[in-house]
T-cell receptor, first 115, second 109 residues
C-alpha cells in the first residue's frame, strides 16, 4: 500500500512554545489530507481536512488559530500547534487520500507531550 | 445525525473465531472500511466494502448489508497479536469518513 510518513514520532515541548508536525505521502499524490487527534482509549477525532492549495476545513470546536494547517503541495501537509499547553498533549495522526472513494493511509502518529 | 455503533470491548480465546459488528446511519454511503489499531500506533487498513456480501482476505473477512446498515469483521484462528482496537468507518455522501468509537478486542490464551 501507499506510504505516509509522519514526523516527528514523538515530541516534548515547553508550555507556550509551538510545535510543527509534518505529514508526507511518499509514493503518491495526496489530494486530501486529514488531521486527527486521539485521546487514550478513544477513537479518532477529526480536527481538519486539507486539500492541496486551499485553506483547511476545520471541524466544529477546533481552533484554527491554535492548530495551523498548511497543505502546500500534493505530498506535504503540516500541523503547527501554536502556544502549546499541557491540555494539548495528545496523539496526533494524519492520513492521506488520492481520491474521493479510496482508502485513507495513515502516518505513524505523533505523540505530543507539553510540559 | 450520523452515527456508527460498534461494541466497546470483546474478549475471545486464542485460536477461536470472533465477529465484530458495526451498524451505521449516515447521510449517504460510499463504502465502509475496517481498520486495526494497536495501542499507541496509527490505524492500519484491513478492508473496504462498497457492495453487499462477504469479502475474504486470509484470516479476516468483512461483510456488508447496505439495506440493513450493517457490517461485520470476522477474525478466524485468533492469534495473540490480534489484540487491538478495530475501527469501523463509513464514507458518507460527501466522501467524508465517519468513524465508530472502535472495539477493543482482548485475546486470551
Amino acid at each position: 500500500g501507499a506510504v505516509v510518513s509522519q514526523h516527528p514520532s514523538w515530541v516534548i515541548c515547553k508550555s507556550g512554545t509551538s510545535v510543527k508536525i509534518e505529514c508526507r505521502s511518499l509514493d503518491f499524490q495526496a489530494t486530501t489530507m486529514f488531521w486527527y487527534r486521539q485521546f487514550p482509549k478513544k477513537s479518532l477525532m477529526l480536527m481538519a481536512t486539507s486539500n492541496e492549495g486551499s485553506k483547511a476545513t476545520y471541524e466544529q470546536g477546533v481552533e484554527k488559530d491554535k492548530f495551523l494547517i498548511n497543505h502546500a503541495s500534493l505530498t506535504l501537509s503540516t500541523l503547527t500547534v501554536t502556544s502549546a499547553h499541557p491540555e494539548d498533549s495528545s496523539f496526533y495522526i494524519c492520513s492521506a487520500k488520492t481520491g474521493m472513494d479510496t482508502e485513507a493511509f495513515f502516518g505513524q502518529g505523533t505523540r505530543l507531550t507539553v510540559v | 445525525g450520523q452515527n456508527i455503533d460498534q461494541p466497546t470491548e470483546m474478549t475471545a480465546t486464542e485460536g477461536a473465531i470472533v465477529q465484530i459488528n458495526c451498524t451505521y446511519q449516515t447521510s449517504g454511503f460510499n463504502g465502509l472500511f475496517w481498520y486495526q489499531q494497536h495501542a499507541g500506533e496509527a490505524p492500519t487498513f484491513l478492508s473496504y466494502n462498497v457492495l453487499d456480501g462477504l469479502e475474504e482476505k486470509g484470516r479476516f473477512s468483512s461483510f456488508l448489508s447496505r439495506s440493513k446498515g450493517y457490517s461485520y469483521l470476522l477474525l478466524k484462528e485468533l492469534q495473540m497479536k490480534d489484540s487491538a482496537s478495530y475501527l469501523c468507518a463509513v464514507l458518507d455522501s460527501n466522501y467524508q469518513l465517519i468513524w465508530g468509537a472502535g472495539t477493543k478486542l482482548i485475546i486470551k490464551p
